[in-house]
């Protein structure tokens, strides 16, 4: 093998990580195919609905627990879907 030979052999290394390199980043970062969802995506508005009933009032702490919680009751806390 003569000097001149080798020489693009030890070029190789380096020029074929940088190409891995860049070949996965391009892959995985997806930076000219990502979506730009500010500029790319219409959010129509629309008038807020509900109402501001109040509808109860706790001051402090004076009840230690929220009534109607169902903390002890798990079975009854965990539904499963039926669809």
């Known amino acids: 093998m003569s000097d001149d030979g080798g020489l693009w052999l030890l070029a190789l ?11 996965l980043y391009r892959y995985y970062r997806n930076t000219d195919k990502s979506h730009a969802f500010e500029r790319e995506t219409k959010v129509e ?5 509900g109402s501001d009933a109040k509808v109860d009032e706790v001051i402090g702490t004076r009840e230690t627990r929220i009534r109607g919680d169902n903390v002890r ?3 009854t806390r965990v539904q499963r879907d039926t669809s």
Do not use: F, N, S
Request: aromatic letters at 16%.
């Open 45 to 49: 508005a629309k008038p807020v609905t």
């Open 13 to 23: 290394g380096p020029a074929g990580a940088t190409g891995l390199y860049w070949a």
């Open 73 to 75: 009751a798990y079975r």
